[in-house]
């Protein structure tokens, strides 16, 4: 295969901002100002990824700080109350983390940030330390990958699953978009070829612009061939 980016550890950045869960407020604050980020790990003493701090987490410092002590009592059970008043990293962050392991695909980083709605996890090794962090920016940029990538890529695809796709099929990409015209023999192998050229990543979506009989029987000892 092309250099495709297939794992988290291919798109992550690095080295990554992250404190300590002793960390006190005003030095939180300082490391998001200068990382210029919205968010960083809680990290125990040996850089295992305890819980997360955000943006969101440090705002009900400034939120409640003209309020009464009444009103703080009535609230006292409130996670923005307890936030209010915490002063260090290990009482201001949401914990257990999200995380994320080097080795998963980005298929899989995706679904955990969308189940979790979360914007990044912290990206950890077998043993939960800290080695990167991914963001969904991250994720998006295997849509960068140019057209001309993309259509040798799937060329790629079609020349080893498929008998002689070559002389039947043409690729050609634009703005990410893969459109495979020419003959087809067996229509019934669209969807199987769909399937496997959106599986491509960076491929935004698939047309098909093709002529021939429907649904023939594909030979069995070539292999299958549109």
Same mark, same amino acid.
């Given at each position: 295969?092309?250099?495709t980016?297939?794992t988290?550890?291919? !798109? ?7 404190v300590?869960?002793?960390?006190? #407020?005003?030095e939180i604050v300082?490391?998001?100002r200068r ?8 990290l ?6 305890i ?11 400034e939120?409640f700080?003209?309020?009464d ?22 009482e201001?962050?949401?914990s ?6 080097a080795?998963a ?8 940030m ?6 990044r ?8 330390l800290?080695v990167?962090? !991914?963001?969904?920016?991250?994720l998006?940029?295997v #849509? ?5 990538e ?9 020349g ?6 070559a002389?039947?099929?043409e690729v050609?990409v634009?703005?990410?978009v893969?459109t495979l ?10 969807p !199987?070829?769909?399937?496997?050229v959106?599986?491509?990543?960076g !491929?935004?979506?698939?047309? #098909?612009?093709?002529?021939?009989a429907?649904a ?9 061939s549109?």
């Amino acid at each position: 295969m092309l250099n495709t980016p297939h794992t988290v550890s291919d !798109v992550m950045t690095q080295p990554v901002a992250a404190v300590d869960h002793e960390a006190r #407020f005003k030095e939180i604050v300082e490391t998001l100002r200068r990382w210029r980020v919205s968010a960083v790990p809680v990290l125990s003493g040996e850089r295992r990824v305890i819980g997360v701090v955000s943006e969101a987490d440090l705002l009900p410092k400034e939120a409640f700080r003209e309020a009464d002590s009444d009103r703080l009592e009535r609230l006292r059970q409130s996670d923005d109350v307890r936030r209010a008043e915490a002063v260090t990293a290990g009482e201001l962050m949401t914990s257990p983390a999200v995380t994320v392991h080097a080795d998963a695909t980005l298929a899989q980083a995706a679904r955990t940030m969308a189940r979790a709605s979360v914007k990044r996890l912290p990206v950890v090794d077998e043993g939960g330390l800290l080695v990167g962090i !991914v963001s969904r920016a991250d994720l998006l940029k295997v #849509f960068l990958r140019s057209d001309d990538e993309l259509a040798r890529e799937v060329r790629e695809v079609l020349g080893t699953l498929f008998a002689a796709p070559a002389k039947d099929l043409e690729v050609t990409v634009a703005d990410g978009v893969v459109t495979l015209s020419g003959h087809s023999r067996d229509r019934s192998l669209i969807p !199987v070829v769909a399937r496997l050229v959106r599986g491509i990543e960076g !491929v935004v979506d698939v047309d #098909f612009d093709l002529t021939g009989a429907t649904a023939l029987q594909a030979p069995q000892a070539a292999g299958p061939s549109l």
